[in-house]
């Protein structure tokens, strides 16, 4: 069973840029690891920003930056597109993120996050810009994620938005449930339900 979700309360990193693809969230050269080790793929994610061709700490990268920190990330707009690859979200998790927040996901991208327990949370540009603005004036900002009633507030202002999601999805992250454990729960449901239809 996995670490389950309720209300999350965190300060963020920021990442303000658009058009994030999966490359550049994990890239092609570590995808040959076909098991997830979340500790591999976390120590990976967003490797060409956060290390300079020689292998040094790339100072200037958000990631690197000990003025930031927390559980949830803060994206630009059409944050994970690109290549389906879910080793993308294995990244991210294993980063030890497990709020995504942006404009616009890319709809694959989107869905293995969800598969992998990181729950990202679209809102719109204005709730975004103002995100950034908050955490850039004041990197101890933290911002509240509240799933069972599926509202994001930025606890600076005050201001909060609702966020879609999948019921089956919520479900599952409320409770800890991947899709076999989901599917283990309801056993004599379905069993039942095999015996009506017989």
Known sequence: MKQKFNIITSTCVPLPLENVDTDQIIPARFLKATTREESF???NLFRDWRYNSDGSVNKDFVLNNPTYGGCILVAGKNFGSGSSREHAAWAIAGYGFRVVISSFFADIHKNNEL????????VSEQFLAELFDSIKENPKTEVEVDLPNQRVT???TGHSEQFEING???H???NGLDDIDFLVENKDKIEDWENHQR
């Open 172 to 174: 599952c992250l409320i």
């Open 168 to 170: 089956y999805k919520k």
């Open 154 to 156: 930025n606890k600076a």
């Open 115 to 122: 598969n992998n327990f990181v729950l990202p949370v679209v």
């Open 41 to 43: 793929f976390g120590d």
